[in-house]
């Protein structure tokens, strides 16, 4: 029996910045995308950086934009305390959920399980 091959896509997210998001759901064609930020975070990796919980959830391009628009006009409590806020600049994380700590993990499945998807392909291809 022939065994089938596992492919998993490598996208260095690392060093993607709020601002870089907020551009390529900027510039993505359509109104409308197969791809939500959830909720956004500090992260717990680093309470100082955020982080977006996303899902393939269909949604109107301005929702995303919004979501990330409450980085840089809100405060966020650290999972430990502290209040943070963010800008543009500032690396941007995806964690399943507010209490998670992955360390790219996730995000790494993501891709690789959406990556046919244009809105995958375009923010992280």
């Not at 500090?42 to 929702?63: A, F, L, N, Q």
């Amino acid at each position: 029996m022939k065994k089938k091959p596992y492919f998993t896509i490598i996208v260095d997210t690392s060093s993607m910045t709020l601002g870089d998001l907020y551009d390529r759901i900027l510039s993505y064609p359509e109104d409308t995308m197969n791809f939500c930020i959830e909720d956004v975070f500090s992260w717990r990796g680093s309470y100082d950086e955020p982080c977006c919980e996303i899902s393939t959830r269909t949604v109107p391009k301005d929702h995303n934009l919004d979501m990330l628009n409450k980085l840089i006009t809100e405060s966020f409590v650290g999972w430990k305390g502290g209040s943070y806020t963010y800008i543009m600049d500032d690396t941007i994380h995806f964690e399943s959920d507010e209490g998670s700590y992955s360390n790219e993990y996730y995000i790494k499945q993501f891709i690789t399980n959406n990556y046919n998807t244009p809105e995958v392909k375009h923010l992280f291809g």
